[in-house]
């Protein structure tokens, strides 16, 4: 159990410039203040001399925080909020906040164990771990498809689901598929490539094959789960937002027992012709209430990325909603 600081740790900054304290403690205090309600801890400073008060080993990584932001800003980045939430994800000290939070909402695979960062990604986690059907939107860079994966593989190491099914609707984003070589399934295949490469981080190349090769794992466009019904499966739907209504309707009703569904999108990405209905959109209205299909809607501010990934979000974000005034 953590115990609180007998004391306030001290914690003292080298260089003692006053300009790049100022970077790292941002306007009016604000980055240290974003530390703080983070952590739950209090920040005092005077010059490069700081304490840290506080649960003595959030003190303590809180500190080799501070450290790791004053050698940014020492070596000539300039501080945002955003950096300071990024740093604050990278660095793991938020595990300490509760104890036993971190085991709990581990994924565990074989290969790798995977931490959900930020409160989103954590009842994001939760709720694909405790519903049917699960609903993932917001924009790149959250982690809904990489999560999504994580828990399929989880669930497939332990023997509680027997296969994996990842799916994409063949939508053209700018790009002609009639021009491509191959069958659908062979046209449809570099849209899945990001399925497949968090396939291969979390399993390994040569597994995925032999798991592909023996129809364990299936990479499917949407157009291929007609008729169907899975039972006993993980699947995830993938860029939903370039479903139609009627696409969305056949994939949800593919559900058997057993069987998990995750679906994920960002409505702001639709790539479908001109007024047509987003499937994604759709579906957010009409089973909005219903009994055993879970929404978590994640922002900008949950993006993993490099903090350019959430300035670009918010940037395009602002245009947008400009653009749709005028």
């Known amino acids: 159990m953590n115990l609180q600081s007998p004391e306030p740790l001290q914690v003292t900054l080298e260089p003692n410039d006053s300009h790049q304290l100022a970077t790292l403690c941002g306007p009016l205090d604000a980055h240290l203040k974003q530390i703080e309600k983070r ?45 300071v939430h990024l740093f604050l994800q990278e660095s793991g000290v938020e595990a300490l906040l509760g104890p036993g939070a971190e085991d709990q909402n581990l994924i565990r695979t074989r290969k790798k164990s995977i931490k959900p960062r930020g409160g989103n990604q954590i009842r994001y986690v939760d709720a694909i771990r405790g519903s049917d059907i699960n609903f993932g939107i917001g924009p ?8 999504a994966v994580a828990c399929a593989v989880e669930a497939l190491e332990r023997e509680s689901i027997r296969r994996i099914l990842l799916v994409r609707p063949a ?5 002609k598929l009639g021009f491509l070589p191959g069958d659908l399934a062979q046209k449809i295949d570099p849209y899945l490539r ?23 794992i299936e990479v499917a466009p949407l157009a291929f789960m007609r008729g169907r019904t899975l039972n006993d499966s993980f699947i995830i739907l993938d860029e939903s937002q370039n479903t139609t209504a009627e696409q969305m ?18 409505i702001t990405q639709i790539d479908l012709p001109v007024k047509t209905l987003s499937g994604l959109k759709h579906a957010l209205t009409v089973l909005d209430g219903v009994a055993g299909i879970s929404f978590t809607r994640f922002g900008v501010k949950d993006v993993v990325r490099h903090p350019l990934v959430q300035r670009i979000v918010e940037a395009y974000g602002v245009f947008e909603d400009n653009d749709d005034r005028r």
């Open 39 to 83: 952590l739950g801890i209090t920040i005092n400073n005077r010059g490069n001399d700081f304490q840290l008060i506080g649960e003595r080993d959030v003190a303590s990584a809180a500190g080799e925080l501070l450290k790791q932001l004053y050698r940014e800003v020492t070596g000539g980045a300039e501080l945002t909020p955003e950096i």
């Open 140 to 147: 790149a860079g959250t982690g809904k498809t990489y999560l």
């Open 171 to 175: 939508v053209e984003a700018g790009e």
């Open 194 to 216: 990001p399925l497949y490469d968090a396939l291969y981080e979390l399993l390994g190349f040569e597994k995925v094959e032999k798991l592909i090769e023996r129809n364990v």
């Open 249 to 266: 309707k056949m994939f949800l009703t593919r559900i058997g027992f057993g069987s998990t569904v995750v679906i994920t999108g960002d």
